[in-house]
């Protein structure tokens, strides 16, 4: 059985281990691997497929030969003692690293009740278990994952068009700081020709992340020595623009500043062909603002990727109104290449992603000022799903990038921001985080972080500044209005983004959540999360908190319209009654057979 959750990781051992570990982490097996683990019967070429199935089928019938004879097989099982024995480690791993979750346990038993009590046995108690899993909420919100992501590259207007993505071939990359070497990485991952832009400093540092990427998965097993010398070979270091009279594509990472980026796209118009796609890394800037010295706005398009960029699987394709569509669907082409999952969103500060993540430490912010303990809501938060909480977060993306990013916020929806001291007092004191072993955590040589008792002076000295009081309401808060105080501001920021046509779909908003933020899949994503809760609920308790706490919480008309029709966010869960009643089929049939 699928879980879609990636849980853990087992002691890597043969046998009931493995099976266990596959199960638990969804682990893909490619044939020839299943076949020596006795998970299939045989492998056979895909011209053979069709006739041996055939044969297979009518031995089946005249038994001449047994039906799923891997069922029977017992030759890759541990002795009956030290099989349970991994059924508890197995147990207490599930338990320790998906504590949310119930399916995972329900697994351990079905394969428990197959090895003591044997195959039968198992697959009834599978086919059992199957009706109370099939319609628990964990069930619905993985479904509702699964055909959202493959749900993103279709873009109404843009993918229905009939339009062809043109060849990619060779990439430039401007900036080689840590996004424009993770940037390099993936294309040349992906077999693209790369060429690495910046000054004599940058560009060194660049191509030595790159080849440190590139010898991580050597190390690791990912990659032969002949594969990283060829990929390598792929990269090449320019100072000028003298080499991108060829390019297909230029992808823009440098700093977030206007004026150097205006200046770079001036150069690029000059130096690229005239159908050269002229995208920009930026994560917070208008793109009208960036080209708008250019002669080119209908090839300038934001190719967002989230950082390291060579591992995050999200690519938030941005297009302004002059975007032409090849552009977009030449974008889109390039992210499933590079294995990325491509969200399209429309043009602002911010676009979607952090658009709507932006009310999420600000909201932490003001729980902190009004009283609430800060080390509790970051190990609520993390209880609750997330990799990490608010306060971490800011601590390991550095406090350079979390109060430049703020105050854009700030400056472009100044009714709807808390404008919190807290960050920019520990920045003031060189606290920036864990690059510096001092931020909101203390960290020690392995970057382990520890609550500091000396924060205490700083969340004072923000709250005299803000000018605001204990509440004590929120000093001893209870999880469940942490999470809500935390996460519906981003929702309701999520409607604003859906209002204004920023987003296609709140769908593309629960892949950007789950893929760009960690926000749990196993609750659906952000927009479906709020949908089991109800608009109505989430718009009575935000209405509640911006009478006590101001506008920072006050309800977009979007979610007021929405709460007061009974309309849900996410509209429809695709597919998902057909497909259930499909495996529903699969699995009586499997039984019966037995």
Known sequence: MYTGSGTQRLPRLVGLSKSLEMMLTSKLVKGEEALGLGLVDAVVSPNELVATARQWALDILERRRPWVASLYRT??????????????????????QAPNLTHPLVYIDIVEEGVVSGPLAGLWKEAEAFQGLLHADTCKSLIHIFFAQRGTSKVPGITDRGLMPRQVRKVAVVGGGLMGSGIATALVLSNCSVILKGNDKSLQAGIGRVKANLQSRVKKGNMTQEKFEKTMSLLKGVRDYESFKDVDMVIEAVIENVLLKQQIFVDLERSCPPHCILATNTS??????????????????????????????????????????????????????IKKTPVVVGNCTGFAFNRM???YTMAAMLLVEHGANLYQIDKVITKFGMPMGPFRLVDLIGFGVAVATGLQFVQNFPERTYKSMLAPLLQ???????????????YDERRKASPDPE???????????????????????????????????????????LDEGIAVKAADLDIASVMGMGFPPYRGGIMFWADSLGSEYIYSRLEEWSLLYGGFFKPCAYLANRAAKGIPLVRNLIFYNSRVMYAQTLLIRRVAIS
């Open 75 to 96: 030759d890759k099982l541990e002795p009956l003692g030290e099989a349970r024995e991994i059924f508890k480690s197995a147990r207490a791993h599930t338990k320790k």
């Open 284 to 337: 917070t800037i208008d793109l009208n603002l960036i080209g708008e010295k250019t002669r080119s706005q209908d090839r300038i398009i934001g190719a967002h990727f989230f950082s390291p960029a060579h591992v995050m699987p999200l690519l938030e394709i941005v297009r302004t109104q002059h975007t032409s569509p090849q552009v977009i669907v030449d974008l889109l082409h390039v992210g499933k290449k």
């Open 357 to 359: 993540f932006f009310p």
């Open 428 to 442: 003031e004191d060189k606290r920036l985080g864990e690059a510096t072993r001092k931020g909101f955590y203390l």
């Open 455 to 497: 924060l205490k002076k700083y969340v004072e000295k923000a709250r005299s500044i803000s000018g605001v009081s204990i509440d004590p309401k929120l000093v001893k808060l209870p999880e469940k209005d942490i999470v809500e105080m935390t996460f519906f501001p981003v929702v309701n920021e999520a409607c604003q983004v």
